[in-house]
Structure formats: C-alpha cells, structure tokens
C-alpha cells in the first residue's frame, strides 16, 4: 500500500515541457539547403550548426561528467568527436537520413544510445543533394588505421565476445520460433535482440579466432555494387526499349520490350517486389528523362536474390 504509483503524463503536459528545453537553434533542411533545387529534390527535416552543437556539447560534458570520467587520449581539455551518418528505407517508398554527433572522451558511455546526439535528420537518402550539402572538408581523410595496437582508431572485436553473443542469439532463436508469428518479425526480433548486445554477431565465426584479423573495407561492398550493377542494367534496357514519347507511365511500356521484361523478372522471377515497384513509380514520375533512379540496396537483396540476376 505504500508503494507509489505512476501516473501517466498527458501529450500537451509533455510536448510543453520538451519545447522549452533549450537545446540550441535548429534550422530547417528545406529552406537552408533546398532553396536553389528543383521542387521534386526539396525535402524537410532539420539540423544543427556544427561548430554551435559542439560547443554546447562540450560544455555539457565538461559541467555534469567527473574528472575521473573523462579520457582525454594523452591530449589534456581536448575533446575527440566522433560523426557519422546513415540512411534506412521508410515507409513503403521514401528514405530516412540521420547524422550523429558522439564524443569519445565519456569513457564506457560512449556506447550508449543516450550519449549520441542528432546533428541532421531529414526524409531523404544519404545521397540526395540536401544531405550532401553538409561540410565534407574531412571526407577524404584516410589517414585513420585499424588494428590491436592502442594508437589504432579501429579495433577488433574480442573473439569471446563474438562467442558469448552468438550463443544468446541461438537461445533467442529459439524462444521466438515457438511463436506464430511471421518470419519477417521473426528476422525483425532477432536483429533489434543483436544490437541490444551492441553487436553484429549472428553465428559462431566460421573461420573461429582468425575472424580477430579479418577485415571488410568498406562496410557496404557488397549492396553498393549490386546497386551499381542494376542502375547500369536498368539503363540499358530502358534503351534498348526505344520507348516513344508516346508513353505516358508504365502501363503504356510494350510488354515483350526489354524494359517490361526486366521489372517483370525482377517482381515474379526475383522475389525483388519493393525494387520493381519503386523502379515502376520512378519511371511514371520522370519518365526516365535526366533524374537517375536510387534506391538503398539491403542484404536481403543483394544476398539472397541479385546474384540471381547477374548470373
């Protein structure tokens, strides 16, 4: 009886209280970095001024962390920042794109999600023309090394790790498999399980402790290669169509030209539906003519079913 019980906080109560947070200016996407762009290419979202967040971040650290929490890398009151960006589908067609501030000074808690800050957030891919016009003054820094040894910037897992978390996804398996549930949830379960262990370990490495020297460069090889590929083929049928300026969408295009064929092939043969039916709503957006088709090619694509195709 004497426990406290929680009351819900009602919408109006809370939006209240988060806009009278301060936490800095935020400038929209659309007005600041889509005002020379084509309508179809303006998107919305909204960021921060770099140089501003960093130091409100800073000072934020240096006011609530303790001396002995804070790792200054052999450089005294020298913060070293970590910023790096991602994009993932959203909703049926459109994309998502987030960059993320994370300061590397706070010891154990630079992997915790309360510890990253969002520096841009807009609904577009990470090769859009908004998103692009973000400083790139260190993109071709290639000066950062990976290895063991402590002045290395990237460092390898630890293999008992890679064990330990492979063995909990196992047991994870099996508890979601006994439910009824949809195999896409299931998938869906089991990575959100993976990176709550703050890992990308699935299976126990085939190739056992040698997996400490292995080394993938970049991260997304495969799927930007597969993306590459179809972009170049999809050009190529498309030509080979001679489609007149008659065709007005997609349902006009002849069914024996090899452009029909192509997204046929890619929805029945393929199992690739999402990529066919995004490549038949661009085409009745632009009819082909000078905007180049994109979309973000996943594992499950370019693993599973591309391959296919290319053979």
Not at 186 to 213: A, D, W
Not at 218 to 230: D, Q
Not at 241 to 270: C, E, I, Q, T, Y
């Amino acid at each position: 009886m004497s426990c406290p019980l929680p009351r819900l906080v009602p919408y109006n109560k809370l939006i209240k209280f988060l806009n009278e947070a301060d936490i800095g200016a935020l400038y929209s996407v659309r007005e600041s970095l889509c005002s020379d762009l084509e309508p179809e290419e303006q998107v919305d979202g909204c960021y921060r001024n770099l140089t501003e967040c960093l130091i409100r971040i800073a000072s934020f650290y240096l006011s609530t962390l303790k001396a002995e929490d804070r790792e200054w890398f052999g450089e005294p009151n020298t913060f070293q920042v970590a910023i790096d960006g991602d994009g993932a589908p959203f909703g049926k067609y459109d994309q998502s794109c987030a960059w993320l501030i994370s300061f590397l000074n706070v010891g154990h808690r630079i992997l915790s999600n309360e510890d990253n800050f969002l520096a841009f957030g807009s609904n577009c891919s990470e090769q859009s023309t908004a998103a692009k016009s973000i400083s790139t003054d260190d993109m071709c820094d290639v000066s950062r090394t990976f290895g063991p040894e402590p002045h290395n910037d990237f460092k390898p897992w630890s293999y008992n790790q890679r064990l330990a978390v492979a063995k909990k996804v196992v047991e994870f398996k099996d508890k979601v498999n006994k439910k009824q549930i949809a195999v896409q949830t299931k998938c869906s379960k089991v990575t959100t399980f993976i990176t709550s262990n703050k890992s990308r370990q699935e299976f126990e490495p085939l190739i056992g402790k040698l997996i400490e020297r292995a080394h993938v460069d970049p991260l997304h090889l495969k799927n930007n290669a597969c993306k590459l590929i179809h972009k170049v083929m999809l050009h190529e049928a498309i030509q080979k169509s001679s489609l007149g300026s008659n065709v007005a969408n997609f349902s006009g295009v002849p069914r024996g030209s090899p452009f029909s064929k192509f997204v046929h092939a890619l929805k029945s043969k393929f199992q690739l539906s999402c990529l066919a039916n995004k490549v038949i709503r661009w085409f009745n957006e632009t009819k082909a003519d000078g905007k180049y088709f994109e979309y973000r090619f996943m594992g499950r694509d370019s693993r599973n079913r591309f391959p296919e195709i290319l053979a």
